[in-house]
Protein backbone atom coordinates (compact mmCIF):
# COMPACT_ATOMS: atom_id res chain seq x y z
CA UNK A 1 0.00 0.00 0.00
CA UNK A 2 1.58 3.28 -0.88
CA UNK A 3 1.18 6.54 1.24
CA UNK A 4 -1.26 8.20 -1.03
CA UNK A 5 -3.79 4.82 -0.62
CA UNK A 6 -2.83 5.12 3.22
CA UNK A 7 -3.63 8.62 3.45
CA UNK A 8 -6.78 8.33 1.89
CA UNK A 9 -7.88 4.95 3.88
CA UNK A 10 -6.66 7.03 7.52
CA UNK A 11 -8.75 10.12 6.80
CA UNK A 12 -11.32 8.84 4.27
CA UNK A 13 -14.60 10.19 6.72
CA UNK A 14 -12.29 13.41 7.04
CA UNK A 15 -12.16 13.92 4.18
CA UNK A 16 -15.76 12.60 2.61
CA UNK A 17 -16.65 15.48 5.67
CA UNK A 18 -14.53 18.37 3.73
CA UNK A 19 -15.99 17.59 0.28
CA UNK A 20 -19.57 17.77 1.81
CA UNK A 21 -19.37 21.14 3.62
CA UNK A 22 -17.60 22.25 0.76
CA UNK A 23 -21.25 21.39 -1.39
CA UNK A 24 -23.12 22.43 1.50
CA UNK A 25 -21.51 25.78 1.77
CA UNK A 26 -21.97 26.14 -1.74
CA UNK A 27 -25.33 25.15 -1.96
CA UNK A 28 -26.63 27.20 0.79
CA UNK A 29 -25.50 30.24 -0.10
CA UNK A 30 -26.65 29.51 -3.71
CA UNK A 31 -30.37 29.45 -2.58
CA UNK A 32 -30.00 31.65 0.18
CA UNK A 33 -30.12 29.99 3.30
CA UNK A 34 -29.32 31.43 6.60
CA UNK A 35 -26.21 32.12 7.39
CA UNK A 36 -26.90 30.66 10.58
CA UNK A 37 -28.40 27.65 9.63
CA UNK A 38 -25.42 26.85 7.14
CA UNK A 39 -22.37 27.99 9.99
CA UNK A 40 -24.50 25.03 12.29
CA UNK A 41 -24.72 22.61 9.70
CA UNK A 42 -20.88 22.72 8.89
CA UNK A 43 -20.66 22.12 12.64
CA UNK A 44 -22.45 19.22 12.71
CA UNK A 45 -20.78 17.74 9.71
CA UNK A 46 -17.61 18.87 10.62
CA UNK A 47 -17.43 16.87 14.23
CA UNK A 48 -19.59 14.15 12.96
CA UNK A 49 -16.86 13.53 10.31
CA UNK A 50 -14.01 14.43 12.67
CA UNK A 51 -12.77 16.86 10.03
CA UNK A 52 -11.63 19.40 12.60
CA UNK A 53 -9.26 17.15 13.78
CA UNK A 54 -7.90 15.99 10.91
CA UNK A 55 -7.36 19.26 9.77
CA UNK A 56 -5.19 19.91 12.77
CA UNK A 57 -3.38 16.95 12.00
CA UNK A 58 -2.94 18.10 8.32
CA UNK A 59 -1.43 21.28 9.97
CA UNK A 60 0.76 19.64 11.81
CA UNK A 61 2.40 17.52 8.99
CA UNK A 62 3.99 20.73 8.00
CA UNK A 63 7.49 20.45 8.68
CA UNK A 64 9.45 22.24 11.60
CA UNK A 65 6.29 25.03 11.97
CA UNK A 66 3.39 22.56 11.55
CA UNK A 67 3.63 20.70 15.00
CA UNK A 68 3.79 24.03 16.58
CA UNK A 69 0.63 25.90 14.92
CA UNK A 70 -1.36 22.80 16.04
CA UNK A 71 -0.33 23.45 19.93
CA UNK A 72 -1.21 26.74 20.19
CA UNK A 73 -4.29 25.90 18.14
CA UNK A 74 -5.00 23.43 20.95
CA UNK A 75 -4.25 25.80 23.88
CA UNK A 76 -7.04 26.52 25.70
CA UNK A 77 -5.68 30.24 26.23
CA UNK A 78 -6.54 30.43 22.56
CA UNK A 79 -9.72 29.16 22.01
CA UNK A 80 -10.67 30.94 25.79
CA UNK A 81 -9.74 34.49 23.82
CA UNK A 82 -11.65 33.76 20.89
CA UNK A 83 -14.36 32.86 22.16
CA UNK A 84 -14.81 35.63 24.84
CA UNK A 85 -13.86 37.51 21.89
CA UNK A 86 -17.14 36.26 19.72
CA UNK A 87 -18.68 36.83 22.93
CA UNK A 88 -18.06 40.35 22.82
CA UNK A 89 -19.21 40.91 19.66
CA UNK A 90 -22.74 39.48 19.89
CA UNK A 91 -23.09 41.94 22.74
CA UNK A 92 -21.87 45.12 20.67
CA UNK A 93 -23.75 44.16 17.53
CA UNK A 94 -26.61 43.88 19.67
CA UNK A 95 -26.13 47.70 20.87
CA UNK A 96 -25.09 48.92 17.91
CA UNK A 97 -21.37 49.16 17.56
CA UNK A 98 -21.26 47.17 14.46
CA UNK A 99 -18.14 49.23 13.13
CA UNK A 100 -16.36 49.17 16.45
CA UNK A 101 -17.02 44.90 16.17
CA UNK A 102 -15.35 45.00 12.80
CA UNK A 103 -12.20 46.81 14.16
CA UNK A 104 -12.15 44.81 17.82
CA UNK A 105 -12.09 41.80 16.08
CA UNK A 106 -9.39 42.25 13.57
CA UNK A 107 -7.12 43.46 16.31
CA UNK A 108 -8.18 40.01 18.19
CA UNK A 109 -7.44 38.21 14.79
CA UNK A 110 -4.09 40.15 14.82
CA UNK A 111 -2.55 38.86 18.44
CA UNK A 112 -4.02 35.52 17.83
CA UNK A 113 -1.74 35.20 14.99
CA UNK A 114 1.13 37.24 17.11
CA UNK A 115 0.32 34.63 19.50
CA UNK A 116 0.83 31.68 17.23
CA UNK A 117 3.84 33.55 15.72
CA UNK A 118 5.57 33.92 18.85
CA UNK A 119 4.92 30.83 19.79
CA UNK A 120 6.89 29.50 17.20
CA UNK A 121 9.74 31.66 17.21
CA UNK A 122 10.25 31.47 20.85
CA UNK A 123 10.05 27.35 20.28
CA UNK A 124 12.57 27.30 17.39
CA UNK A 125 15.21 29.86 18.36
Sequence with gaps: MTKLQRFFSNYR???LAWAAI???VVLGFELGVNKTI????VLIVGL????????TAWIAL???????????????????????????????I????TRD????????ITLLIGVTIGYILGRVI
Excluded: D, H
Design 62 to 92: IPLVGPLIAKVLSLPFFWLLNGIGYLASVVA
Design 101 to 108: VVNYRVLT
Design 22 to 24: AVL
Design 38 to 41: IGFV
Design 48 to 55: IGQAFAAL
Design 94 to 97: KQGY
Design 13 to 15: NAL
